[in-house]
C-alpha cells in the first residue's frame, strides 16, 4: 500500500482523512505496548458478545507472547485518553508484509475514531520499518460494514484461496456440527460441497 504525503493509503476517501481529525481533536494518544494483551482480549470478548461473533480463546492471547518476538513478528498499538486505553490494534508481521489481525473499540468511544488513528499510526510504522504490503484479511459477504471501513481505508479487493492438506476420507466422513466443533478457526472444506452431501 503506497501511503500519500499524509500518511494516507493513495487511493484512501476522504472520509478518513476527517475520521483522523476527529480522533485528533479528542486528544487520543497513541502508543505500542505490549502489555496489553489483557485489554486486547477483553474488548474482544465484550465485542463479539454484542455482535454474536466467534471468540478467540484464552489460549489464543497467551500463545503469541510465548510463540512470537515483539516488534518482529507481532505489535500491538493502543489507543488512549487521558492515560486510559480505549482501543487496540493486534498485526502480525512476516517478510514485507504486515497482518491486519484484530482491532478493538470501546463501544462508547467508537464515534471519536480511535480506529482511524491506530490505522494511520500503525500503517506509518510499517512503512518505516520496510513493510511494504498491509494484508486486511477475509471479509464475509454479510460483514458489510467492515467491508465498506476497508475499502474505504483503500483496500482492495480479490478472491484468494485457502491451501490446506487435509485427511479427505476422515473429514469427509464426518457430521457438519463435528468438523466445527472440532476444527473451530480452520477452514477444511466449503460447506456448500458438504450441506449437499
Not at 464475509?140 to 478472491?159: I, R, S
Request: aromatic share 16%; proline share 5%.
Amino acid at each position: 500500500t503506497k501511503l500519500n504525503s499524509y500518511g494516507l493509503p493513495e487511493n484512501s476517501d476522504s472520509s478518513v482523512k476527517r475520521n483522523l481529525k476527529k480522533a485528533l481533536s479528542n486528544n487520543i494518544k497513541i502508543t505500542q505496548d505490549q502489555n496489553s494483551l489483557f485489554f486486547l482480549k477483553e474488548i474482544h470478548l465484550q465485542n463479539m458478545n454484542a455482535i454474536g461473533g466467534k471468540i478467540k480463546p484464552d489460549n489464543f492471547f497467551e500463545y503469541i507472547p510465548k510463540f512470537f518476538d515483539y516488534g518482529k513478528e507481532w505489535n500491538l498499538f493502543l489507543a488512549k485518553i487521558d492515560n486510559n486505553p480505549i482501543a487496540a490494534l493486534l498485526t502480525f508481521q512476516c517478510s514485507k508484509t504486515v497482518e491486519y489481525f484484530m482491532p478493538v473499540t470501546k463501544v462508547e468511544f467508537r464515534n471519536i475514531q480511535p480506529s482511524s488513528l491506530l490505522l494511520h499510526h500503525a500503517m506509518n510504522d510499517a512503512k518505516n520499518k520496510g513493510f511494504f504490503r498491509w494484508n486486511w484479511g477475509g471479509t464475509w459477504l454479510e460483514q458489510e460494514g467492515v467491508y465498506k471501513f476497508k475499502k474505504k481505508w483503500g483496500a482492495k479487493e480479490c478472491k484468494y484461496k485457502y491451501h490446506v492438506d487435509i485427511d479427505e476420507k476422515k473429514i469427509n466422513n464426518l457430521p457438519l456440527n463435528k468438523i466445527i466443533d472440532e476444527y473451530p478457526f480452520f477452514y477444511l472444506i466449503p460447506f456448500k460441497n458438504k450441506l449437499l452431501n
